[in-house]
């Protein structure tokens, strides 16, 4: 049972690490695309060149980045949910808790979060702080799920606004095209959501089944322990 519960939890740790590693990469490959389009740019001879060169740098410079970033932030969230509710369905499993983390009202990381309190009885009080940011960075996922970003179009604007002065890398760009600005997000901002959201994650798991005996173990080694 040990073993397997330090399997679950190195699953979902893995999660985080791969996550990070994307937002790593499509960072390093942004930057990578648009040093060479500003080369690109600074060779163009003819006018109308340098125009078209123009107009992809700025794709570069703002649009790319937006998207990629935007993306992370959706598939971090996804994957705090994912392992929350997976922490609930495991300590459902182990402990026979009659209700299942469905049951109970609300949805995403706070049906989670209830089900850990009050039917698992964990107590999360130490970790108000990082939740506290987490639903700072909830409220940036919700605006660009269901707005693209546009701040002046989301239901809690005001509040949404609040939590970008207060989170680090974030910021609001006033455009012709948008209602009240755009959140904008700067390079660095992803990887430490994903790195909050892993710890976040990893001390749920500590309290949901205390100290991991087996810690970090490969695949390899498991298949051994178990033959």
Not at 7 to 24: H, I, K, P, S
Not at 201 to 212: L, R, T, W, Y
């Amino acid at each position: 049972m040990k073993l397997l519960t330090s399997m679950f939890r190195n699953e979902l740790t893995n999660l985080f690490t791969e996550l990070l590693e994307a937002a790593v990469g499509m960072e390093h490959s942004a930057e990578t695309r648009l040093a060479s389009q500003e080369e690109a740019l600074a060779t163009a001879q003819e006018e109308e060149d340098r125009y078209v060169e123009q107009h992809v740098l700025n794709w570069f410079t703002e649009a790319l980045p937006r998207v990629l970033r935007y993306s992370s932030v959706v598939a971090t969230f996804t994957a705090i949910e994912f392992s929350l509710a997976a922490v609930c369905h495991e300590l459902q499993r182990q402990k026979g808790f009659s209700l299942a983390v469905g049951d109970l009202k609300g949805s995403g990381s706070e049906q989670s979060r209830s089900y850990l309190t009050k039917v698992a009885g964990i107590d999360l009080d130490d970790l108000n702080g990082i939740w506290q940011q987490l639903k700072d960075w909830q409220r940036v996922r919700n605006c660009i799920v269901h707005t693209n970003g546009e701040i002046g179009r989301a239901n809690d604007a005001a509040k949404l606004q609040e939590a970008i002065v207060r989170l680090e890398g974030l910021n609001s760009e006033s455009n012709e095209w948008s209602l009240g600005g755009e959140i904008r997000i700067e390079a660095g901002a992803c990887e430490r959501l994903i790195r909050l959201g892993k710890s976040f994650v990893e001390a749920v798991m500590e309290k949901s089944f205390g100290p991991d005996p087996f810690g970090n173990i490969v695949i390899e080694e498991v298949m051994w322990r178990l033959s």
